[in-house]
């Protein structure tokens, strides 16, 4: 299989049967237009509404492909950001969808919408989504049950409790499974101190061939390399993306 770096959280999957793309956003260096004249069933995921995870414009992709299964996160309906009958499958975090090529099932966030997991030709896909401890660096300073505002967030925030939450979305994915062959995972350098927090406590508690960081473009590709002394240790493969367009075997 060989998957293509699009932008921010975006990638294309492809499979010997089919083709598989996940939050689409930007596309600066024409990445996906090549892929929509292949013969192959094309699979379009979305974990939520946010515009750097969701753009209509993957609805245009029909008039291009006539093979091709939206699978989206209920939460974009709800938010009027697509119509109802644009996607041809609808989930929310519980929710599972299968065909005779692929298998999906909605786990859930600490953010919006869901995170996947696709079982397809023998691999075990993982794309995180916004599912992430986003709010690791304030952990050193906070008391149980009490609040920390936060200007950058402008909001009182519990990380203690986001943590705890993020902890039990992980302990729900590991009802489905405990290993994957590649995971999609938050790394970005924005969120502060402990940035890395969120994807080493994933590692620690699933078995993963091939990790590939995402969700790092405003602060760069470098920072999310931090992450690759973490996945060594445990003997885990991790992809350092240097630029959009850029493609992996596994």
Avoid at 22 to 40: A, I, Q, S
Avoid at 195 to 223: C, D, N, W
Wanted: hydrophobic share 40%.
């Amino acid at each position: 299989m060989t998957l293509t770096y699009i932008f921010h959280s975006g990638f294309v999957l492809e499979t010997e049967k089919s083709i598989l793309i996940f939050d689409y956003w930007l596309d600066l260096n024409g990445v996906v237009p090549p892929f929509l004249t292949k013969d192959k069933p094309i699979y379009v995921f979305s974990s939520h509404f946010h515009e750097d995870h969701f753009n209509s414009a993957i609805f245009e992709w029909r008039k291009q492909h006539e093979a091709i299964t939206y699978i989206l996160s209920k939460d974009i309906y709800k938010h009027r950001r697509a119509n109802k009958e644009d996607a041809d499958v609808w989930l929310a975090k519980g929710g599972a969808w299968s065909d005779d090529t692929l298998s999906v099932w909605a786990l859930g966030s600490t953010d919006s919408g869901v995170s996947w997991i696709v079982e397809t030709e023998g691999k075990r896909i993982f794309h995180a989504g916004d599912l992430n401890n986003w709010y690791a660096r304030f952990l050193p300073e906070a008391v149980p049950g009490e609040t920390i505002y936060s200007e950058e967030f402008d909001e009182e925030i519990d990380p203690i409790a986001h943590e705890k939450q993020y902890l039990g979305e992980l302990k729900d994915i590991r009802k489905i499974t405990d290993s994957f062959d590649v995971v999609m995972f938050p790394v970005d350098g924005r969120i502060g101190n402990g940035y890395t927090l969120g994807a080493r406590q994933f590692i620690e508690r699933f078995k993963v061939g091939l990790f590939v960081p995402m969700h790092f473009v405003a602060s760069g590709f470098e920072s999310a390399w931090r992450m690759k002394e973490f996945t060594d240790e445990k003997g885990i493969s991790f992809w350092e993306i240097k630029k959009e367009g850029e493609t992996i075997d596994f």
